[in-house]
């Protein structure tokens, strides 16, 4: 998993989360993607940029999980979860992946 890096991570928890509840209509079950992709971020945050930066990177994960909702009345489902991914994904490399390459 550490191969992996934690952008591509958070973004598939956040997208894959939503994709599982869409298409099995059972929001648990996407919860439970986004959460565990979560949790993995989480670990990988941690080791590559410190407490505090996992700190703030997994807050951001979640508050892009709760604004994609209110978004998506905006410009639509898929639009306002590739959106809130992307910027997820850009705030992890910046942060911790970015930092672990070299």
């Known amino acids: 998993m550490d ?3 934690s952008a591509a991570v958070a973004a598939t928890g956040l997208v ?3 994709a599982v509840a869409r298409w099995t209509k059972k929001r648990q079950l996407g919860g ?6 979560g949790a993995a971020a989480a670990r990988q945050w941690r080791t590559r940029a410190g407490g505090p930066a996992a700190g703030a990177l997994t807050a951001a994960y979640v508050a892009a999980f709760a604004g994609s909702h209110p978004l998506a009345k905006k410009v639509g489902a898929w639009p306002s979860v590739f959106g809130v991914a992307g910027a997820v994904a850009l705030a992890s490399w910046a942060v911790a992946d970015r930092r ?3």
């Open 3 to 5: 191969r992996i890096p």
């Open 16 to 18: 894959g989360g939503y």
């Open 32 to 37: 439970v993607v986004l959460a565990a992709a």
């Open 100 to 102: 672990s390459q070299g």
